[in-house]
T-cell receptor, first 113, second 115 residues
Framework: DGGITQSPKYLFRKEGQNVTLSCEQN?????MYWYRQDPGQGLRLIYY???????QKGDIAEGYSVSREKKESFPLTVTSAQKNPTAFYLC????????????FGQGTRLTVV | AQSVAQPEDQVNVAEGNPLTVKCTYS??????LFWYVQYPNRGLQFLLK??????LVKGSYGFEAEFNKSQTSFHLKKPSALVSDSALYFC?????????????FGSGTRLQVQP
């Protein structure tokens, strides 16, 4: 089946630890995105990537880092610098950055304990 | 800058009645506009989009939306609501020419359809 796979579905992190969220797509899409969802705030853009080895900051990039070494993969690292990391994280992709209809993964719920 | 406003946190409607979920947008140029739906603890599912052409756009599951340039609105509508339509709905926008190349989402509207 084609699609976007995010793993794990649930993730628990201790304060002060870095953690990496996985996002893989087999849709042959060039563009990939990371959004954060908090109750009542909708989705906020963290980072996006138009092509391999390229990425741009979104509205709330502080405390996060990404890489795009392969077309299929766009992992997000939540660093200890992110002060309030507990949230639902959504990865998405689109064929190109110009074709803006995005397809979403099922999300990862990160909880800091 | 591009932005989206969904003025209603929640919309309640009886099954069988028409529903409307409101969305207004702000962009520098002309917009691409989208509606997505989210069920609990799931990702977003695409419903419909406006790119160009007819102002009335038809999408999945009987939903439609009307683009109104003068009012900068893109309200989501359905003639007859189903209980299964109960979910969280997001409007999104992207400026075609200027601005960043990613969607900006509204804060979401929870639709509750009562049987």
């Amino acid at each position: 089946d084609g699609g976007i796979t995010q793993s794990p579905k649930y993730l628990f992190r201790k304060e002060g630890q870095n953690v990496t969220l996985s996002c893989e797509q087999n849709l042959n899409h060039d563009a990939m995105y990371w959004y954060r969802q908090d109750p009542g705030q909708g989705l906020r853009l963290i980072y996006y990537s138009q092509i391999v080895n390229d990425f741009q900051k979104g509205d709330i990039a502080e405390g996060y880092s990404v890489s795009r070494e392969k077309k299929e993969s766009f992992p997000l690292t939540v660093t200890s610098a992110q002060k309030n990391p507990t949230a639902f994280y959504l990865c998405a992709s689109s064929l190109t950055v110009e074709v803006t209809e995005a397809f979403f993964g099922q999300g990862t719920r990160l909880t800091v304990v | 800058a591009q932005s989206v406003a969904q003025p209603e946190d929640q919309v309640n409607v009886a099954e069988g009645n028409p529903l409307t979920v409101k969305c207004t947008y702000s962009v520098s140029g002309n917009p691409y506009l989208f509606w997505y739906v989210q069920y609990p603890n799931r990702g977003l599912q695409f419903l419909l989009k406006y790119i160009t052409g007819d102002n009335l756009v038809k999408g999945s599951y009987g939903f439609e939306a009307e683009f109104n340039k003068s009012q900068t609105s893109f309200h989501l509508k359905k003639p007859s609501a189903l209980v299964s339509d109960s979910a969280l709905y997001f409007c999104a926008v992207r400026d075609r020419v200027t601005g960043r190349r990613a969607l900006t989402f509204g804060s979401g509207t929870r639709l509750q359809v009562q049987p």
